[in-house]
């Protein structure tokens, strides 16, 4: 009869191999995948702002003025819904007294991306 020595398992020295791979992996994959979702978020940002931008010069082209986000809401040639902020922030429409149009976003990473319409001209109308 012989005696064989049968390995079972791992030892403590590959098992340590394996958690280091896995932690340079985590270290190297956990910051990108937030760099994304920050370049997603601001993107969604952007593009909800278009959207508000174009509302509103449309509404400005047929109506002959710009008007607070909460009009376009709903209306015919307006939002269909008001634009979520993808970081919680929210969208404010400002009408100006010269009759420009200022549209911010109050997250403080989306601030950069305020748009100003100029006042409509009496030759766009």
């Known amino acids: 009869m012989s ?3 049968t390995r079972r398992g791992f ?3 590959e098992l340590l191999a394996v958690v280091l791979i896995l932690a340079v992996l985590a270290a190297v ?3 990108l ?3 994304t979702q920050a ?4 993107r969604t940002c952007k593009a909800n702002i278009a959207a508000i931008a174009a509302a509103e010069t449309a ?13 376009l ?11 979520v902020c993808p970081s919680g922030g ?4 400002t009408v100006a007294g010269t009759g420009a149009c200022t549209i911010h976003c109050s997250t403080v990473a989306h601030a950069a991306l305020d748009k100003v319409l100029a006042a409509p001209t009496p030759e766009e109308l």
């Open 39 to 42: 370049n997603a978020s601001l």
């Open 90 to 93: 929210a969208y404010t429409a």
């Open 59 to 71: 509404k400005a082209l047929r109506g002959g003025a710009y008007v607070a986000l909460d009009a």
């Open 11 to 13: 030892s403590l020295v």
């Open 73 to 83: 809401v709903g209306a015919s040639e307006g939002l269909a819904e008001a634009p």
């Open 29 to 31: 994959a956990v910051p």
């Open 33 to 35: 995948y937030l760099n």
């Open 3 to 5: 005696t064989r020595n």
